[in-house]
């Protein structure tokens, strides 16, 4: 099976840092992303980690450890439209033509970002 | 900008209804997904379809819940009979290639209430 853990709330002060994290058990393992969700809306993908490390994606900035079985989302300069749901998600397949392939979210962490 | 099509974007229906929702995914996209996403159990898996074929349903209710694929630009899920349980944000999500940098894309949402 699958489990994702990840902080349920954060509350940052709008120009700060905030670093969001996630830890991931899982039965395979083939990348961790992160999706943004704001109230009402569709979730929306930020990035993706195959590889441990650190990605790039301007203020936004995603790792990985896989020996750790550990990720986290970093986003500097923080604004108020920064404020939404994030969420870390793992794929457990390979992109072929037979195998699973499914992505399993976490249960979002939800950023606020107060003035 | 390309984009994931679903319709109803909302839907009231009386317990006992059959509901329909529709999803076109993005041109090209050879993999589709169908999520539930409610407060209680964040974003669940429910089927998803490559090349049209479903590879995975079993997410699914199956003895309400079904989800086909008639052609390329064109994904179902219908519930019959809907019943209170069932209220919940459905989406629809494409992808082209997995396992790599794409993400995947989701349409906005049906938000389905039944009383």
């Known amino acids: 099976g699958q489990s994702l853990e990840q902080p349920s709330e954060v509350t940052a002060v709008e120009g700060a840092i905030v670093q969001i994290n996630c830890t991931y058990q899982?039965?395979?393992?083939?990348?961790l992303s992160w999706y943004q969700q704001h109230d009402g809306g569709a979730p929306t993908f930020l990035s993706y980690?195959?590889?441990?490390g650190l990605e790039e994606t301007g203020r936004f900035s995603s790792f990985l450890s896989r020996s750790d079985s550990y990720g986290y989302l970093l986003l500097q300069e923080l604004q108020m439209k920064d404020s939404a749901s994030y969420f870390c998600?793992?794929?457990?397949?390979?992109?072929?033509?037979?195998?699973?392939?499914?992505?399993?979210f976490g249960t979002g962490t939800r950023l606020t970002v107060i003035p | 900008d390309a984009r994931v099509t679903q319709t109803p974007r909302h839907k009231v229906t009386e317990m006992g209804q059959e509901v329909t929702m529709r999803c076109q995914p993005i041109l090209g996209h050879n993999t589709v997904f169908w999520y539930r996403q409610t407060m209680m159990q964040g974003l669940e898996l429910l089927a998803y379809?490559?090349?049209?074929?479903?590879?995975?349903d079993s997410g699914m209710p199956k003895d309400r819940f079904s989800a086909e694929m008639p052609d390329a630009t064109l994904a179902t899920l219908k519930i019959q009979p809907s019943e209170p349980r069932d209220s919940a944000v459905y989406f629809c999500a494409s992808a082209l290639r997995t396992g790599k940098s794409d993400g995947y894309t989701f349409g906005s949402g049906t938000r389905l209430t039944v009383v």
């Open positions: 899982t039965s395979g393992f083939y990348g």
């Open positions: 379809f490559r090349n049209r074929a479903p590879l995975d």
């Open positions: 998600a793992v794929r457990d397949g390979r992109d072929d033509q037979t195998g699973a392939n499914n992505l399993f």
């Open positions: 980690n195959a590889l441990d």
